[in-house]
């Protein structure tokens, strides 16, 4: 797994300027005003699936019966 740069931590709540304590997996948390600096970024969910292709125009009439015998 490929280590992207490491970014530099802060020391000090961005939002509050208050104490970080570590949490989970180097991940820091503000003790005042709860906000949560993740170390790495959280994974992100796969790309969605493309939507299914859609079926052609429906043919009408009665299919036939033996296709392979024309
Ligand atoms: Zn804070």
Redesign the pocket.
């Known amino acids: 797994m490929p280590a992207g740069p490491k970014r530099p931590m802060p020391r000090q709540?961005p939002?509050?300027a208050?104490p970080l304590y570590p949490g989970y997996d180097d991940d820091l948390s503000?003790l005042?005003?709860g906000?949560y600096l993740f170390a790495n970024l959280p994974e992100r969910p796969a790309a969605p699936a493309p939507p299914p292709a859609q079926p052609g125009p429906r043919k009408r009439g009665r299919p036939r019966k033996n296709p392979a015998a024309a």
Do not use: K
């Open positions: 709540c939002r509050c208050g503000c005042f005003c906000e």
